[in-house]
């Protein structure tokens, strides 16, 4: 596992451990080594952690449209990326060509039979690269897992790295 993808698999057991039906958390991931450097006194919450990257979760976003909750966000210099944790809900790929044309498509998404929730991490670096993993929420005869992907989120992903600019 990458040093990005431990980082996103750390941030989502973290909103793991709160549980689901949670509004999107959103945290700085900041050099571990540069985070002790200039807080020594960390070292004790850190526990001799040898992760590269370590989270800090942010203050909560503010209700209405992630997309335009994003494009308001700017990190500090010594900010090394970032990551998101939000829950969505996903259908089959055969979902879409079934939906009507006149259909509101996340009304359709909830009312969908096969509908499944998931909660989608996605974490980027200043230098680009991106991590992405989704938790299926258990239910009945199905486990929750945490499945880690490429590319799972692509427009995430950007406005994310838009965030780092």
């Known amino acids: 596992m990458s040093p990005l993808e431990t980082a996103l698999a750390d941030v989502e057991r973290h909103a793991d451990a709160a549980g689901w039906d949670r509004?999107?958390?959103?945290?700085?991931?900041?050099?571990?080594?540069?985070?002790?450097?200039?807080?020594?006194?960390?070292?004790?919450?850190?526990?001799?952690?040898?992760?590269?990257?370590?989270?800090?979760?942010?203050?909560?976003?503010p209700d209405g449209p992630l997309d335009e909750a994003l494009a308001q966000i700017a990190w500090p210099e010594g900010v090394a990326g970032c990551a998101l944790v939000h829950e969505v809900l996903v259908l089959p790929p055969s979902?879409?060509?079934?939906?009507?044309?006149?259909?509101?498509?996340?009304q359709y998404a909830r009312e969908h039979a096969d509908r499944r929730e998931?909660?989608?991490?996605?974490?980027?670096?200043?230098?680009?690269?991106?991590?992405?993993?989704?938790r299926l929420r258990a239910t009945a005869g199905r486990a929750e897992e945490l499945l880690f992907g490429t590319d799972?989120?692509?427009?995430?992903?950007?406005?994310?790295?838009a965030t780092l600019r």
């Open 23 to 61: 509004p999107p958390q959103l945290f700085a991931l900041v050099e571990t080594t540069q985070l002790l450097d200039s807080q020594p006194h960390l070292a004790a919450q850190l526990g001799g952690s040898a992760a590269t990257y370590t989270p800090v979760e942010q203050e909560a976003i």
């Open 118 to 134: 998931v909660r989608l991490a996605v974490a980027v670096l200043t230098d680009g690269s991106s991590a992405s993993a989704v």
């Open 152 to 161: 799972l989120a692509p427009n995430l992903a950007e406005a994310l790295l």
């Open 95 to 106: 979902a879409e060509a079934e939906r009507p044309v006149t259909a509101d498509p996340e």
